[in-house]
C-alpha cells in the first residue's frame, strides 16, 4: 500500500490529496468519499481536481495519519477509469 509522507485536503474534507513513497517509488492518491484514485502523476491529480471544479488552492495540509472524513463520492462513478485516474 505504501507509507503516506503527507496529506492535503479542502476545508469541508470532500476531497484528499496524499503523498504516498513504498521504497523508491511516490505517487499520489486523491480520496474523495468512498472513491480512490491510486498511483496518481501530480499533472493527474491537478487535472482531476480541476474537472471536478476543486481549487487548488484551498488545499490545506492535515496530518497524514488522519482518516480522511467519510462522505459521498462526490464525483460519481468512474469506472471508465483505471486505478490511475485515466
Known amino acids: 500500500m505504501g507509507d ?6 479542502t ?15 511516490r505517487w499520489y492518491r486523491i480520496v474523495a468519499g468512498e472513491r480512490v484514485l491510486d498511483w496518481l ?12 471544479g476543486v481549487d487548488r488552492h484551498t488545499l490545506v495540509e492535515v496530518d497524514q495519519r488522519t482518516d480522511p472524513p467519510e462522505q459521498p463520492t462526490p464525483f ?11
Not at 503516506?4 to 485536503?9: F, H, L, R, T
Not at 502523476?41 to 471536478?52: G, K
Open 41 to 52: 502523476s501530480i499533472a493527474a491529480v491537478e487535472r482531476i481536481l480541476d474537472e471536478a
Open 11 to 25: 476545508p469541508d474534507g470532500r476531497w484528499r490529496v496524499e503523498i504516498v513513497r513504498r521504497g523508491g517509488n
Open 4 to 9: 503516506v509522507e503527507g496529506a492535503m485536503q
Open 76 to 86: 460519481g462513478d468512474r469506472s471508465d477509469r483505471d486505478d490511475r485516474g485515466r
